[in-house]
């Protein structure tokens, strides 16, 4: 497989995802998509599994779609400071969803041990969770 042209499917594989990704990103003008050459095959090069692989590293970093367009266009050397206070507004969302989650578990974790000491009728989970504030 010569990386300088890869087939849509070889892009796909390559990048570690479903070729109806790759077609995806072209319709909403994330990944250009190159001319078709005779045959109407088209040919992706370096450039493109690239901008994949940031596009679904970036993903998994917990940016959505419209943000990582926004990083896209600031891929040219110049918008650090830009790309590092996005970074920082994501940071503060991780922690938020993070502290939300640990008094999730602390909730959970006292409906459990009310349960196990429970002895007679009714649940405390469901009693609590259906309690008037």
Same mark, same amino acid.
């Given at each position: 497989?010569?990386? &300088? ?12 995802? &479903? ?87 602390? &909730? ?26």
């Amino acid at each position: 497989m010569d990386d &300088n042209r890869l087939t849509v499917g070889q892009l796909a594989k390559t990048a570690g995802v &479903n070729v109806e990704t790759v077609r995806y990103y072209h319709r909403i003008g994330l990944l250009p998509a190159p001319e078709r050459t005779y045959g109407s095959i088209r040919h992706y090069d370096y450039h493109a599994l690239r901008r994949l692989r940031f596009i679904k590293r970036a993903q998994r970093l917990g940016f959505a779609l419209e943000e990582v367009s926004s990083l896209l266009t600031l891929d040219d050397g110049k918008h650090c400071a830009e790309t590092k206070a996005l970074a920082e507004q994501k940071l503060e969302l991780v922690r938020q969803k993070i502290a939300d989650l640990m008094a999730i578990e602390s &909730n959970l974790r006292s409906f459990i041990d009310a349960c196990a000491h429970t002895r007679g009728y009714g649940c405390p989970m469901i009693d609590a969770l259906a309690a008037d504030e």
